[in-house]
Every structure is written in C-alpha cells, then in structure tokens.
C-alpha cells in the first residue's frame, strides 16, 4: 500500500515535466499575448523578465517545481489571480458532473450489460448492444444539442444550460452544489441543482454507458460458463443470486477497470459537454487558458488532471484488492 | 430392495448445434436405488456427464435440450417440473459434486459463505445456525481445522480440500442422491483414495444413495454395487458389480476391463480398444460398437440391438447374446 503510494512521487515528477516541455514546445509568446500585438519590445521584455520567461527553462522548471512542493500552482497570467484558489469552483463543477454522469453510465451500463448477458441472444440482447453501438459511435456535440433542443425547448422540462438557477445562487461552502445545498437545507435548490445536472449527466454519461454496457456483457458471459456458476445452480440457487452475486462479482473487475479509466478521461475531457451547457468546469477553464497563453493555468490544470486520474486509478487497485481475496498490495 | 429412488427412462438429451443436432444422451435407461452407489462407466463423450447433468436439468440450454424421457424422482417425473419447483430438489433432495474442485467453488467467496448459502436457503435457518451446520459439515467430511478452514478463500486450500469442501456443501442439506461427476480425476491418487473412501463413508452412514460417474474401472470396483457402462449415449451393459467384471457380456465392457493393467502378469504393450467413439449423429445405425468390436457381424452394422436380461439383474445391448429365434417373436 505505502508501496503504491511511493510510485506516485516519480510519476508526478515524470507528469510535470512532460507537461512542461509540451507547454514551451509550442509556439507563440505569452507576452505578446498578454499585452497585445502592438506593446512595444521594451514593454514585452519587462513583462518576460517579471514573469520570469527570459531565464534558461531548466531554471524555470526548476522554479515551479519548487513553487509546486509548497502547493503553489503560481498566478494566472490573464486575471493575476493565484491558480490553486482560482481553479476550485471550476474542479467542483467538474467533479459534480463526472461524478453524476459516472453513476448514471455505471448503473445503467452495467444492468444493460447483466441483462444481455443473462438473456443472450434474446430481442433484449440485441437492442441493448444496438443502442450501445449507437451510444459510442454518437458525437457527444450532438447529443447534447439534441438533448437541449427536446427536453428544454420543445418539452421545457428540464433547464438547458448552467449549474444552476442565477437568480438564486447557492451558498457556496464547497462548490459542490448537490452538498452545499443539502448543507444549507435548501431543499428547492437541491431539485433545481439537480434538474440542472441531468442533461449534461447524460450527454457526458452515454459513451461510458455504452462502453461499461458492452464490457459487462462480454466480462458476464464469460463467467457464466464457468464451473462455479453451475455449482451456483446445482446449489438450487435462483437464477437471479446466480447472476447477480455469484457471475457479477466475478465478472466486475474487467468493468471496474473501465469505469476507472472512463473517469478519469471525463474529468479532462468533458470540454465539449461543457461549453454547450455552459457548465464552469475544468475543461473549459483550461480551454480558455489554451486561447490566452496562460501558460501556469495550462500547466497547472493539466497537472490536476492527470493527477486525479492517478488518484482514480489507485482507487480501482485498491477496489480490485476488496473484490478479489487473491489480489493483495503488501 | 423397495422402488428405486431415481429412475431414468429413454432420456434423450441432445445438443443442438450449427453441425446438426448430436444425440449425447440417446435413449438411456437407469434406476439407482436408496442406499445404493451405482457406477455410470464410459469413456469421454460417452453421455455420462450430460446424464448426470440432466437429473438436476443443468444441462447447458442452449444448445442442450432434453428432448423425451422421463426422470422418475421418489417416483415423480422431474422433467416437466417448472424451474422454481426444481431449484427446491437442487444441492436439497438431489446434490452433485463435479470433477474439477479448482474452479467449482467460487474464489470470490469464503467456504463458509458458500455452504451456509444453501444451508439458508433450504432450511431457512439464521445466520448463526447455518454457520455451526456448516462447521459440523466440515468436520464430518475429515477437516481438521474446520474453524479457520470456514473464513478462507478456496485458493488457500488445496485441491483434496476444496473437493471436501465440494462434499462437504453437498451433503449440508441431507441430500437423498448425491451425483458424483468424476469427483477424483483432478486430484493425486493418495487424495483420490481419501476422497472414494469419504463418499462411501457417507454413503454407509446416511444411507445417501450415490451415482458415480466415472470412466476408472478401479474406482468403479472400489466403490460400487452396481455398474451401468454407457457407449455413445446409450447404456450398453448393467448389472452387479460382481457380475459385470466376472463375466462381462458386452465386447465394450469386456475391452475395458481388458484395458485395465493388472498386477499380475506382465504384458509387453496395454490393450486398447481400437479405434475411437464415434461422432453422434441423429442418423446412426445399428450397434454403435460395430466399427470398433472384434466380433461385429453384419447384423450388428444393421439394426440395434435392445438391452436385454441375460441373466438376473445383468443386461446387455448385443447381439451374441439374442439369438435369431427370439428375435423373430
């Protein structure tokens, strides 16, 4: 376990230095981006020298690296604002969505994949592995707009965009508006957070759906013809027990492997989901850094993404361990 | 004895696949009397797993299909049973170990949740009583340290263990049958022995009759009263034990004894049987045997031939043993 926790010291170094040279790799001047095309060189060379940007770039690794063991992510270069504080609200709303949109493709991923398995080759089977082919194969754009344009335009069921009502915002304590809102007791903010959270859920929720589906299926048959689930049979037990204790913890190691690496590719790459519901989360923060130049925040929500999707995957090791008594982390 | 407590009649099993429909079982007739351990003997393919495994309606499905038969239990007919009413005869009245103690038990789950499960589920007992079943069953299939055995996971223990452990969650409902699929051909040979021993000990104490499908004539001997020796999905011989290795009728029955090494005289090569099973189709005639039997006539290539009391309580399906005149009554 200490073990496990060790090995993320050299994958973190190794992160920050890749994400550091792609960053300098990439052509354009931040300077120049900040002060506009027509600063004058003195005004761009004072700016450089401020920020840091003239000194070799071993040093100016070096310098956020040590920036970075004291938990400093550095300032935006755009709003002069410390990073670490700055990107909460956005990694709050992030993490809401992913999380909601996690539940809804693992719940129902999982019993569409049971199911189909259960009663292969039945008229159930093939139109969940349909719907699942569709579900991976479908622009998540599209999705989303399509989502919007029924269930808020045509039905207005459901809000369309945000995170929340603005005429009636949330006592933030920890961002996370599904808590802060049962903190406050609000139970009619919960309910419009919630509706809030649903559209977006499912258009960011569907691919992982359908591939958490398809991997059920697959892990499930497989299991269903081992020697154990006939023992499970021969014991008198219900087809249901059979399937749902017995084949399904058996076959959920493979799936939760997906889930985890499903995870973690929403919590960085949901940009696309986010602009079209308007939602403040980490993908468009960044995005909007990639279009200013602001080089810290890019490093630092980059750092803070492949960094959950370490912590993630260290949790699904730690899952499998709890599964499976044959798995053990010394 | 009184009436049998199993009784197979004409059971049909067969397997539809994209080769055509192959008849595994075709036709097989046995009876298993309470208290008794008959022997189901044959070589791979022969039907006598799919036998064993459409008592307790296990058979995959698809592709297999019990097509016709009935199988008498207590007298009723379980095949047109509904899957509710024969879930509550399966691991209660009827259980079955299997061959491969390594992958039966599941390794996600403690021994002891595995077996208190069909206790529970049975008896309807607590948690707490189903647990000191489960330890007393332990005990009485030969684990010492049945406590600590009880919250291990099976790929702690070893193969002889984890078929104890197989026995020990198919007798924890008093079963009145136990199927016992080749329970020992995974295991080392000194295991082997420990294991047919347990069997026959639970056999004698609790008078639970057992079907012993094995293809080892030495088990066979070991073990059984009475033998029924299945080729190609049919029953080609039954009877006593004593009868069937002292006077074998069936050429079949007669080269696998012929096949067995004895300690007692030294032969250069082992026999075996020439040739292979046949591959089952629905279109076979005659003698399934014909092609491999040294004493095959042309009748044999032509018409099958019925299984027929030869003397009391030893049949055979051949045609030595019919002569032409009966055959024409």
Redesign the interface.
Known sequence: MIKRLLILVPVLIGMTIIVFSIIHAIPGDPAETILGQKATEQSKAALREQLGLNKPWLQQYFTYLGDLAQGDLGKSIRTKEPIAKEIMPYLAATLELTITSMLFATFVGMNAGIISAWKQNSWFDYIIMVIALIGVSMPIFWLGLMEQWIFSIKLHWLPSIGRMDQRDPVESVTNLYVIDSIIAGRWDQLWTVMKHLVLPSIALGTIPMAVIARMTRSSMLEVM????V??????????FFVVYK?AL??ASIPVLTVIGLQTGSLLGGAVLTETIFAWPGVGRYIFEAISSRDYPVIQSGILIIAFMFIVINLIVDLLYAL????IQYK | MGKPILEIKDLRTHFFTDRGEIPAVDGVDLYLNPGEVLGVVGESGCGKSVTSLSV?R?V?SPPGKIVSGSILFKGKDIVPLR??EM??????SI??I?Q?PM???????TVGQQIT??VR??RGVSRKEARSITLDMLKKVGIARAESIIDE?P?QLSGGMRQRV?IA?SIACSPEVLIADEPTTALDVTIQAQILELIRRLNEERGMAVMMITHDLGVVAEMCHRVAVMYAGKVVEEGSVHDIFKNPLHPYTQGLIQSVPRMNETRERLYSIPGNVPILSKNMQGCRFAARCPHMMQRCLEALPNLKEQEAGHSSRCWLHETPQEDAV
């Open positions: 013809k081992s020697d154990y006939r023992t499970a049979k021969a014991k008198g037990l219900s087809q017995h913890k058996n599964i499976d008594p044959r | 307790l296990l995959p899957e509710w879930r509550k005869i399966r691991g209660n259980s079955m299997f491969e992958t039966s038990l599941n390794p996600l789950f499960e069909t589920l049975h996971y790929h197989m969650m």
